[in-house]
C-alpha cells in the first residue's frame, strides 16, 4: 500500500521537475530566436555597445523581477513595486541632497526605505487579510503621491553628492564599458538564487505557495514569514530605486509608471507561476532579458513606441496564456 502510493507521487514529482525545467528550455530557446532575429534585422544589434545597453536597460527591470519572484511563487502579486521603486529613488534625493547624509547612509536608507514598504505590504496581506491585488494596487497610488509631494513633483538631481551616479555608471573592466550596476544585478542574482534554493526562506516560499492552509498546519508561522518575503522583496525594490536615481543622475518622480508590469511580465515569461508554488531565479533572469532585447531590439528597428506597447502587451498576453495552460496540464 505504501509502496503504490509513494510511487505515483515519485513520478508526479520527476514529472512536475521535467516540466519546469521544459518550460525554462523554451523560454531561453525564445530568447536566441528573438537575438537571432534582431541580430539580422539591424547591423547595429549586435554590437558590444548595445549588448552593455540591453544589460543596463534589463538591471533594474530584472532587480524589481527577482525580488518579486519570492512574492509570486507565495501565490501573492506586488503592483507597488514600479512607483515604490521610484518614491525609494526619491528618497535618496531626500537622504542626499536635502538631508546631507554620507553616501552610504542615503544608499543604505533608501534600500531600507524598500524594506519598509515591503513590511507595510506583508502586514496587510498576512495580518490584515486584504487580497495581494488589492493592498499593493492602494501601495502603489500611495507610493506613486508621496514621490509627487516629498518631490515637489520635480526632478531631485544628486549635483551635491558626484559619486552617486557612479554606483550604476562607473566602468569596472579598463578599456571596455562594463558598468558597475550590471555587476551589482549578477551578484543579486546569485544572492536570490541562493535564497530561494538553499535556505528554509526559500524552502517555505514554495510551501506557502503550494498550499499555505497545509503549510500553517504543519507549524510554520505562515504570517511571519510571508511579512519576510514581501520585507525582502522590499529590500530588492529599494536597491532597484538607487540604480535608477544613481542611472539618471536624478531622482525623476513620474517614472516607473508600467515597470511592474513588466517585472511581473519577466518572472511569468520565465516560468513562474502566478497561482503560485513554481518558479526559479534563472527563469526570471531570462524572461527580464527577453522583455530587455525585444523594447532594444524594436527601438534600433526605429519601431514606433505605440507598436513597442503593442508588442510588449502581446508577450505579456502570451506568458500569461501559457501559464494558464501549465495549470490545465498539471
Same mark, same amino acid.
Given at each position: 500500500?505504501?509502496?503504490?502510493?509513494?510511487? =505515483?507521487? !515519485?513520478?508526479?514529482?520527476?514529472?512536475?521537475?521535467?516540466?519546469?525545467?521544459?518550460?525554462?528550455?523554451?523560454?531561453?530557446?525564445?530568447?536566441?530566436?528573438?537575438?537571432?532575429?534582431?541580430?539580422?534585422?539591424?547591423?547595429?544589434?549586435?554590437? &558590444?555597445?548595445?549588448?552593455?545597453?540591453?544589460?543596463?536597460?534589463? +538591471?533594474?527591470?530584472?532587480?524589481?523581477?527577482?525580488?518579486?519572484?519570492?512574492?509570486?511563487?507565495?501565490?501573492?502579486?506586488?503592483?507597488?513595486? @514600479?512607483?515604490?521603486?521610484?518614491?525609494?529613488?526619491?528618497?535618496?534625493?531626500?537622504?542626499? +541632497?536635502?538631508?546631507?547624509?554620507?553616501?552610504?547612509?542615503?544608499?543604505?536608507?533608501?534600500?531600507?526605505?524598500?524594506?519598509?514598504?515591503?513590511?507595510?505590504?506583508?502586514?496587510?496581506?498576512?495580518?490584515?487579510?486584504?487580497?495581494?491585488?488589492?493592498?499593493?494596487?492602494?501601495?502603489?497610488?500611495?507610493?506613486?503621491?508621496?514621490?509627487?509631494?516629498?518631490?515637489?513633483?520635480? =526632478?531631485?538631481?544628486?549635483?551635491? &553628492?558626484?559619486?552617486?551616479?557612479?554606483?550604476?555608471?562607473?566602468?569596472?573592466?579598463?578599456?571596455?564599458?562594463?558598468?558597475?550596476?550590471?555587476?551589482?544585478?549578477?551578484?543579486?542574482?546569485? *544572492?536570490?538564487?541562493?535564497?530561494?534554493?538553499?535556505?528554509?526562506?526559500?524552502?517555505?516560499?514554495? /510551501?506557502?505557495?503550494?498550499?499555505?492552509?497545509? +503549510?500553517?498546519?504543519?507549524?510554520?508561522?505562515?504570517?511571519?514569514?510571508?511579512?519576510?518575503?514581501?520585507?525582502? /522583496?522590499?529590500?530588492?525594490?529599494?536597491?532597484?530605486?538607487?540604480?535608477?536615481?544613481?542611472?539618471? /543622475?536624478?531622482?525623476?518622480? &513620474?517614472?516607473?509608471?508600467?515597470?511592474?508590469?513588466? !517585472?511581473? !511580465?519577466? *518572472?511569468?515569461?520565465?516560468?513562474?507561476?502566478?497561482?503560485? @508554488?513554481? @518558479?526559479?531565479?534563472?527563469?526570471?533572469?531570462?524572461?527580464?532579458?527577453?522583455? !530587455?532585447?525585444?523594447?532594444?531590439?524594436?527601438?534600433?528597428?526605429?519601431?514606433?513606441?505605440?507598436?513597442?506597447?503593442?508588442?510588449?502587451?502581446? *508577450?505579456?498576453?502570451?506568458?500569461?496564456?501559457?501559464?494558464?495552460?501549465?495549470?490545465?496540464?498539471?
Amino acid at each position: 500500500m505504501t509502496t503504490t502510493e509513494t510511487l =505515483p507521487s !515519485a513520478k508526479t514529482g520527476i514529472v512536475g521537475r521535467m516540466r519546469g525545467q521544459l518550460q525554462q528550455l523554451l523560454a531561453f530557446a525564445s530568447l536566441i530566436i528573438i537575438v537571432i532575429f534582431f541580430a539580422f534585422a539591424s547591423p547595429h544589434f549586435f554590437t &558590444t555597445s548595445n549588448i552593455v545597453s540591453i544589460l543596463v536597460a534589463a +538591471t533594474v527591470t530584472g532587480i524589481l523581477a527577482l525580488g518579486t519572484t519570492f512574492v509570486i511563487i507565495t501565490g501573492g502579486i506586488d503592483l507597488s513595486i @514600479g512607483t515604490g521603486m521610484v518614491l525609494c529613488g526619491v528618497m535618496t534625493g531626500v537622504f542626499l +541632497t536635502y538631508w546631507g547624509w554620507p553616501l552610504w547612509a542615503g544608499v543604505l536608507g533608501a534600500i531600507l526605505f524598500g524594506a519598509l514598504i515591503g513590511f507595510i505590504n506583508g502586514l496587510n496581506v498576512s495580518v490584515l487579510k486584504i487580497p495581494p491585488f488589492i493592498a499593493t494596487l492602494a501601495m502603489m497610488l500611495v507610493a506613486s503621491g508621496l514621490s509627487l509631494v516629498i518631490s515637489g513633483t520635480k =526632478p531631485i538631481y544628486f549635483k551635491e &553628492t558626484p559619486g552617486f551616479s557612479s554606483i550604476m555608471n562607473l566602468s569596472i573592466i579598463p578599456g571596455m564599458r562594463f558598468p558597475l550596476g550590471v555587476a551589482i544585478f549578477l551578484c543579486m542574482i546569485a *544572492v536570490a538564487a541562493i535564497l530561494l534554493s538553499y535556505t528554509i526562506f526559500g524552502r517555505y516560499t514554495f /510551501s506557502i505557495g503550494s498550499n499555505e492552509a497545509a +503549510t500553517a498546519l504543519s507549524g510554520v508561522n505562515v504570517v511571519k514569514w510571508k511579512i519576510l518575503i514581501y520585507t525582502v /522583496s522590499g529590500l530588492f525594490v529599494g536597491l532597484a530605486g538607487v540604480l535608477s536615481a544613481s542611472r539618471l /543622475s536624478s531622482a525623476q518622480p &513620474t517614472g516607473g509608471m508600467g515597470l511592474e508590469l513588466e !517585472a511581473i !511580465a519577466a *518572472v511569468v515569461i520565465g516560468g513562474t507561476s502566478l497561482q503560485g @508554488g513554481k @518558479g526559479s531565479i534563472i527563469g526570471t533572469v531570462i524572461g527580464a532579458l527577453i522583455m !530587455a532585447v525585444l523594447t532594444n531590439g524594436l527601438r534600433i528597428m526605429s519601431i514606433p513606441q505605440e507598436w513597442q506597447s503593442v508588442a510588449v502587451g502581446a *508577450v505579456i498576453l502570451i506568458a500569461v496564456y501559457l501559464d494558464i495552460l501549465r495549470r490545465r496540464g498539471k
